[in-house]
């Protein structure tokens, strides 16, 4: 037994040997796909399927930047290859191309994942193989994990961001949640729930429905019937299309504000399918919109445009799924090699000063620091920012929730 056990520790040691001499890293007991011309990283969401509609801008993203980091010169003298998995909007098929991209392809990261849900699914691959997963979305908090960098805003940065803004602007008093029915909805809300109850105002209702709904009539007279000040939305994909429309239909007009619409799951790319006609006057809370004036903005969006086309719009997940590969490099590059551990170590205050969005940094629980925007949804698809933040400290894990 003895002997058995020595030789398959002799083999272990034996393939890993011949991976760096092959020019490859290690990432635990794994070895990572790197040669002297290139480094292959893993793509990982939804193409197909109800989450389709607001994933399929993490991919444009993601691609642009690794192109464009090849155009530079690669990470470390080598050019960025990808192999792209589909999650296909079902949790457990996200877990297992996760392991296919790690344990087959090798890759050295991946840049992936949209609901929280698809997330906590990769989430112990990640940390089993001692991978890294770049998620480019919003969260809830309530998670920090060592082999997961968060490039959206927590709920601090977003959620209680936009109840400040909704109650000390609008003065509103009343609140009625519609969320998709899964962990990023309805921790959100909970959240929001003790904020607002804690301000002694008040939450009338609270609806959630299952991925892909598209009857909403119910809802919306509830709505009617309630009155409430503010109708606060996460719901998510595709279902947008189908409720923003009937919406409309139901005589609910966004623009007079009465009630006023306020979403932490709406981008310019949601709006593509929704109509800009259809969520006009509604409010969204991102850290990025299309619509921003810099110089680095405009860059960035004549870019993707020339990409993928004028018709082409930016949202904010796109744009954090944009920055996963440029703060990917940096951190490769400040370890001075793809070694998972190292790379990890590094990641810790590295900055990206002039982006899309202004100047970011990784926070020590791997949040980034951040401003927050309000933008109020036009006719033509974009987005008039109406409130933005100073740069703000994730705080993942907040007292109280």
Known sequence: ???????????????????????????????????????????????????ALSEAGSVQ????????????????????????????SDWPTYSEKAQKLILKDHVATIFGCWTSASRKAVLPIVEQHDNLLFYPVFTEGLESSPNIIYLGPDATQQIIAGLDWVINEKK????????SDYIWPRTSFKIARKYIEDKGLKVVGEEYYPLGHTQFNSVINKFKLKKPDVIFSTVVGGSNVAFYKQMKAAGIDLAKEKPLLLTTSVTEDEVLGIGGENIEGGYSIMKYFQSMKNEENEKFVKDF?????????????????????????AAVEKAGTF??????????????????????????????WMKTYIGQAQKDGQFKIVHGSELME????MKGY
């Not at 990283?41 to 939804?46: A, M, P, R």
């Not at 445009?305 to 490099?329: C, F, N, Q, R």
């Not at 190292?342 to 940094?361: C, H, Q, S």
């Open 172 to 179: 509103a008093k009343t609140f009625y949640f519609i969320g």
């Open 305 to 329: 445009k020339a990409a993928y086309g004028e018709k082409s719009v930016i949202g904010d997940t796109t744009e954090s799924a944009y920055l996963g590969p440029w703060i990917w490099k």
């Open 339 to 368: 070694d998972i551990d190292k790379v990890r170590a590094a990641l810790p205050g590295i900055e990206l000063v002039k982006t899309p969005n202004g100047y970011v940094k990784v926070h020590e629980n791997h949040y980034m």
């Open 61 to 88: 993203g993601e691609k642009l930047a690794i192109k464009e980091i090849n155009k530079q010169g690669g990470v470390l003298g080598r050019q960025i290859e990808y192999v792209q998995e589909d999650g296909a």
């Open 394 to 397: 994730p705080n993942p894990f």
């Open 1 to 51: 037994m003895k002997s058995k056990i020595a030789a398959k520790l002799s083999a272990v040691l034996i393939g890993a040997a011949l991976a760096c001499a092959a020019g490859q890293a290690l990432a635990g007991d794994n070895p990572i796909a790197v040669t002297d011309k290139a480094v292959t990283v893993g793509i990982l969401h939804s193409i197909t399927g109800t989450i």
